[in-house]
């Protein structure tokens, strides 16, 4: 039996938009996501804008089983995520008690001054519960199936590998990789006979260039250890049968 | 007078969703897009799905200007982008006359079989106009405000500068960065007044952590030359300020 559980992603910033910022966290949620079996289905990238973070959380959360959201969770006036996602959610966004005291400790152990600017990072939607931050105290957050984390790389990752063991994981969908030398156009014909021959795996082609050179590297994945090895080897019989036609 | 050009990008595969596969067009075509005056405000990443391509495409298509798509373009069973966009203008996707000859001309020169699935990449949606591809042929294709692209980044790129030339740009948004050696919590006050004073500027604060050192680059943009520096004269003077009292 398998049990197909389904992951998406909102990634929060103007400066992703722009280019200024290039996105790593979308290639590290999608290997963690593979790696304990959940599917991701759907990233959405989105401006600093309320309405827009709001409708796209929406959109997700209604769709999929878990939404993880990244960026604008710090203490400056462009971070409106936790507002956003309290809009989403219909709820209020307030100072968190134990995320106050928190970061007030935080700040006064290092003689910083606990500005506005810092008390906004303690603010969220009223019900929701804290994702441990090592690297910089100030925690993300989750509320139904939508966890809110940071979007400086090095923090996104420590609160996932706090997420991940609290969520429900489905049947890992094992993956084997066929080389094959040649250009999709020659394999394109014997993949799509052997795709529907084994309806129970899914049978990827991705065409690799570079120099001049075309290959493809034909990616079978299945649930079920016994159907993947079938359906690899039919791929792989086709790569050899067109390797010895050219030879 | 400023004139805003926005622009949104549908990437197609579920390589990329399974991590398999990093996206590298994201952030090429949101350089592009910044150095030509064109706002990207929003991403889409879905799998090999006719439906919820269709969908993603015509939810763009209605808010931006542009739409850019890349993948799926290829000739195996899983490059479905040019049946799926057809679907999203509900027009029929059938081979392009022009394109099946000038893949048969490329494959005949060169001793290939134009099987089948190499055929495939001659289908568009009928009204659609090429986009050449100077690297492997096979051409994209733009349809009302939709711009079909190829996945793999070097023929994507080479597309791209094909299509640039064809928009209509706006006015360039002008950025200017300044540096700041302290971490958001300290600054954030500052600057969300300076933002509330230059209404007409965008002030973005993008945190950057390293070996345990945090610090900031501030950067403010307009369109307005003289506004810019209005702006970023202000935000140097508070980094200035703070660094003197730090001192």
Not at 45 to 55: K, N, Q, S, T
Not at 178 to 203: M, N, R, S
């Amino acid at each position: 039996m398998t049990d197909i559980i389904t992951a998406s992603m909102v990634v929060i910033g103007d400066e992703i938009l722009s280019g200024r910022t290039k996105d790593r966290n979308i290639g590290h949620l999608a290997d963690m996501m593979t790696a304990v079996g959940i599917d991701m289905k759907e990233v959405r990238i989105v401006g600093d804008d309320e309405e827009d973070i709001a409708a796209a959380v929406n959109a997700l959360r209604a769709r999929w089983d878990y939404v993880f959201t990244t960026g604008g969770i710090g203490p400056t006036h462009d971070d409106i995520t936790a507002d956003s996602v309290s809009r989403a959610f219909g709820v209020k966004c307030e100072y968190d008690r134990r995320a106050y005291d928190m970061l007030k400790r935080h700040f006064a152990a290092r003689n910083m001054e606990f500005t506005e600017a810092r008390k906004r990072m303690a603010r969220m939607p009223v019900g929701a519960v804290h994702i441990d931050n090592p690297i910089s105290i100030a925690p993300g957050f989750t509320i139904g199936n939508v966890h809110v984390m940071a979007g400086v790389p090095a923090i996104f990752q420590a609160m996932l590998d706090n997420v991940i063991p609290t969520l429900r994981t489905g049947t890992k969908l094992l993956s084997v990789t066929v080389h094959c030398p040649f250009g999709e156009g020659t394999i394109g014909d014997g993949l799509a006979a052997i795709q529907k021959a084994h309806p129970d795996t899914i049978i990827g082609s991705y065409p690799k260039y570079r120099d001049g050179s075309f290959w493809t590297e034909l990616v079978v994945r299945a649930r079920d250890g016994a159907k993947l090895d079938a359906a690899r080897a039919a791929v792989q019989a086709m790569v050899d049968e067109i390797a010895a036609r050219a030879a």
